[in-house]
């Protein structure tokens, strides 16, 4: 069974930094490309980062681009999020997950909550 | 970017009737190296991770009701629960995999 488990949120003030992890237990963790999703509170999901497999291929929502980092360790089976610069929008419960061949998300953490306030 | 509008933002139906939500892009997600549409729908409970139920839009996943369906194509999609149950009640969304990746904003389900 796979088993993914975020860690690394918190409280952080605005123009702050955070790194989350994604610990993944369960698969063969370097041949799956992962995601991070948030949802802010009260809000709908939205797709935060990807990274390919080998972590070659990374790729990222236009209202974190250049601000967030996604980065991965093969060896650990762990994925991370580098967040630069955060903003009081960056509000939100992340989660990690893996993306099927098909490029959907079939296996989800539990999620960390982030949140960005003075 | 691809953008995708569920309708109704909320919906009440009885138990044992029939729910239905749709979901429309703004451009096609039919993806023709595989002839199928890449749109996925999900589950969402309070303290809960997202549950994939529907994959290249009509395609259940394993262990999913069979209750539950998805139809469509192109820009315009379905998802319907045959016979609502209470433990259906969530927030569904849709979800496009064609173009990296958007969600819809979300259909609040109750009884």
């Known amino acids: 069974e796979v088993q993914l488990v975020e860690s690394g949120g918190g409280l952080v003030q605005p123009g702050g930094s955070l790194r989350l992890s994604c610990a993944a237990s369960?698969?063969?963790?370097?041949?799956?490309?992962m995601s991070w999703v948030r949802q802010a509170p009260g809000k709908g999901l939205e797709w935060v980062s990807a990274?390919?497999?080998?972590?070659?291929?990374?790729y990222y929502g236009a209202s974190v681009r250049g601000r967030f980092t996604i980065s991965r360790d093969n060896s650990r089976s762990t994925l991370y999020l580098q967040m630069n610069g955060l903003r009081a929008e960056d509000t939100a419960l992340y989660y990690c997950?893996?993306?099927?061949?098909?490029?959907?998300?079939?296996?989800w953490g539990q999620g960390t909550l982030v949140t960005v306030s003075s | 970017d691809i953008v995708l509008t569920q309708s109704p933002d909320s919906l009440a139906v009885s138990l044992g009737e029939r729910a239905t939500i749709n979901c429309k892009s703004s451009q096609s997600v039919f993806h023709s190296s595989y002839n199928k549409n890449s749109l996925s729908w999900y589950q969402l409970k309070p303290g809960q991770p997202p549950k994939l139920l529907i994959h290249w839009a009509s395609t259940r996943e394993s262990g999913v009701p069979d209750r539950f369906s998805g139809s469509g194509s192109g820009t315009d999609f379905t998802l319907t629960i045959s016979s609502l149950q209470a433990e259906d009640v969530a927030v569904y969304y849709c979800h496009q995999y064609y173009s990296t990746h958007t969600f819809g904003q979300g259909t609040k389900l109750e009884i």
């Open positions: 369960g698969l063969t963790f370097s041949t799956y490309a």
């Open positions: 990274i390919s497999g080998s972590g070659t291929n990374t």
């Open positions: 997950a893996t993306e099927t061949s098909r490029m959907d998300f079939d296996s």
